[in-house]
């Protein structure tokens, strides 16, 4: 579904940057607020308004209220459109990206008279911005970074994000019963991180073509039409949130579809392997079908199992198609049977309002156990160097121990497990003492300052530690945010190999950290991994999907993934570790 919460939580982060423009401290304040809450709710923002419980979210004063119905009534906040005068054009963009800042920006405007973004990149490169009062050579640096991210970000667009608009989209053009089939192929079905443009297939038949793209190049999100033909049409589609993204629909016959979607679901690479295999076999592969080189008689098009079976292969799963190994593994009959989203037992990395998280542990136990088949969830709150993030002492932990062992009697068994997400310190050691971390049935250990230093040595130490069962988040990076610290994995994985230590695959879409490639590595040194959601609201549960095909890329089956396993076999893990390492057993 089309993430409409997301899209005004956007629209309402712009509009507090605009304040703080403006020097609406007060105003920038309150939309901020707002926006962090919209984004975090659990159901989607028109049942409220449609219950008329808007205003009864803490946070939500009438005036904002009002600006929320407008949106949802007119999809646009008219607040919004006047503000965006008061900024120079280029700003709005920049505005509000982590590492530039609204303040910085009205200041170089008002002391520089920049109003476009290549000046302000000039000005940032001279030396113009640095005298300024209240920068330095450090900020400025900064911020180029920061311009360097956010074009990247523009450039390709986040998994989770660009699949809900291709979801949308193909929503959409389903209401047309002239469309007998419909996939979503290229960069997204493989579930690559990151996503170019979309690609959307279609058979019909040939007469209803040009009703198709028609209808295609008339939705509402269409900004502009690149090429507009019976096979092929191109638009550029602009987001509410006022992302442009390109999106190609192409139609193919009935009996063309299985070479169509091997053909555009790519990867570019595997597609030229798999075309020498079919050369070496005297056959010729394209979009419409397998054909023989000498006859031109078609001999397979309608599924992908066939096309791939006439050139002599089995079905390969989009995941792999990268032609790193996945055509010789299966050339051999060798290729792996990937874990899937189904096998997952539970989540083992989660945020309660004990610390960061937006809901009580109650509301999580009632939040999973109806919508997902878990047997178990590890609560991991924040240790107490984490301020800004609420993190726990000594004392409340303990609180929090007895708070979960009250809820897990009232189920009327352990469904949550006890856990941390305790900071790795500067020095390698952690923020709990061991007697702190022996009582915990599962521990997540990360690191959360000095990303600009080498982190190895700090990840290795932690690991030493006998109660340290995963290491979150392990590179730190914010994909077109903020790179990942200097680290080197292949210590990282010889380490977790050595003391029994998984490594996190982090499900949240801007860290999918850490990458197939890496996954790969993990998976043939044979250590475990957990697939974790780093929930912080309910609405992160779902993103454990993406970890499994994150997870998939890198050609994990079930038994790499620790979190596939049920609770006793958990157990064994981190008991055998905290033997090995000289702890005491859980529960002892
Ligand atoms: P993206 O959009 O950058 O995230 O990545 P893709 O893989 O979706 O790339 P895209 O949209 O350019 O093309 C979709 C697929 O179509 C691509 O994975 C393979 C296929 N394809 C496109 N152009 C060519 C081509 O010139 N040669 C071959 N062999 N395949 C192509
Ligand atoms: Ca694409
Ligand atoms: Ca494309
Ligand atoms: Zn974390």
Redesign the pocket.
């Known amino acids: 579904m089309y993430n409409i919460n997301k899209d005004l939580a956007n629209i309402l982060y712009k509009m507090a940057a605009i304040y703080e423009f403006k020097d609406d401290t007060f105003r920038a304040r309150a939309y901020e607020r707002a926006a962090h809450i919209v984004e975090d709710l659990p159901d989607d923002i028109r049942n409220y308004v449609k219950e008329g419980k808007l205003l009864s979210i803490k946070g939500i004063g009438p005036g904002i209220a009002s600006k929320i119905e407008e949106y949802i009534r007119d999809g646009k906040i008219s607040k919004y459109e006047e503000l965006k005068k008061e900024v120079p054009e280029d700003f709005i963009e920049l505005i509000d990206f982590p590492g530039i800042g609204a303040k910085s920006l009205k200041k170089i405007y008002q002391e520089l008279g920049i109003t476009t973004k290549n000046e302000l990149i000039k000005a940032l490169k001279d030396g113009r911005v640095e005298q300024l009062k209240g920068f330095g050579k450090k900020k400025v640096e900064g911020m180029l970074k920061a311009i360097k991210m956010h074009e990247i970000a523009q450039r390709r667009m986040l998994l989770w994000h660009a699949l809900e608009l291709a979801n949308y989209i193909v929503e959409e053009l389903k209401q047309l019963k002239e469309i007998r089939k419909i996939e979503i192929a290229g960069s997204i079905r493989r579930r690559k991180i990151t996503i170019g443009d979309i690609d959307i297939l279609v058979v019909a038949d040939d007469n209803d073509r040009h009703k198709i793209m028609d209808f295609f190049v008339s939705l509402p999100e269409v900004k502009e039409v690149l090429v507009k033909g019976d096979k092929k049409t191109s638009v550029i589609i602009k987001t509410k949130s006022g992302r442009e993204k390109q999106v190609d629909l192409r139609i193919f016959r009935e009996d063309e579809w299985g070479a169509a979607l091997q053909y555009f679901t790519g990867s570019k690479e595997h597609n030229v392997h798999v075309r020498e295999i079919a050369k070496e076999k005297g056959l010729k592969l394209n979009e419409y079908g397998v054909f023989k080189v000498d006859t031109e008689e078609k001999i397979a098009g309608k599924t992908e199992e066939e096309v791939y079976n006439a050139i002599g292969l089995p079905y390969i799963v989009p995941e792999l198609r990268e032609d790193r190994g996945e055509i010789e593994s299966a050339i051999k009959g060798e290729l792996p049977d990937l874990v899937e989203f189904s096998d997952i037992k539970g989540d083992m990395?989660v945020h309660s309002n004990w610390s960061d998280g937006v809901n009580s542990i109650d509301e999580i136990i009632r939040f999973v156990k109806e919508k997902y088949k878990y047997e178990y969830i590890v609560i991991t709150d924040?240790s107490k160097s984490?301020r800004v993030a609420h993190g726990l002492d000594e004392n409340r932990i303990l609180e929090e121990i007895e708070e979960i062992r009250k809820l897990n009697k009232l189920i009327g068994f352990d469904f949550i497990k006890i856990g941390t997400?305790v900071d790795i310190l500067l020095d390698g050691s952690l923020d709990f003492p061991d007697e702190i971390l022996a009582k915990l049935d599962f521990v997540?250990a990360?690191v959360?300052s000095h990303f600009k230093r080498d982190n190895t040595d700090r990840i290795l130490k932690a690991m030493e530690n006998p109660y340290v069962n995963v290491i979150?988040?392990p590179t730190g990076r914010l994909i077109g945010v903020r790179e990942g610290y200097p680290v080197d994995l292949d210590a990282v994985i010889k380490k977790a190999k050595e003391t029994g230590t998984a490594l996190e695959i982090?499900c949240q879409p801007l860290r999918m950290d850490i990458e197939d490639t890496w996954i790969r590595r993990a998976v043939e040194e044979g250590i475990m991994l957990a697939i974790s959601t780093?929930s912080h609201n309910l609405g992160s549960f779902e993103y454990m999907k993406q970890g499994v095909w994150l997870a998939r890329r890198g050609w994990a089956t079930k038994k790499n993934i620790l979190n596939t396993r049920s609770w006793d076999e958990v157990l064994k893990f981190v008991n055998e570790k905290r033997k090995k390492m000289g702890g005491i057993p859980v529960g002892a």
């Open positions: 990395h924040h984490q997400e997540v990360s959360h979150g988040h982090n780093d």
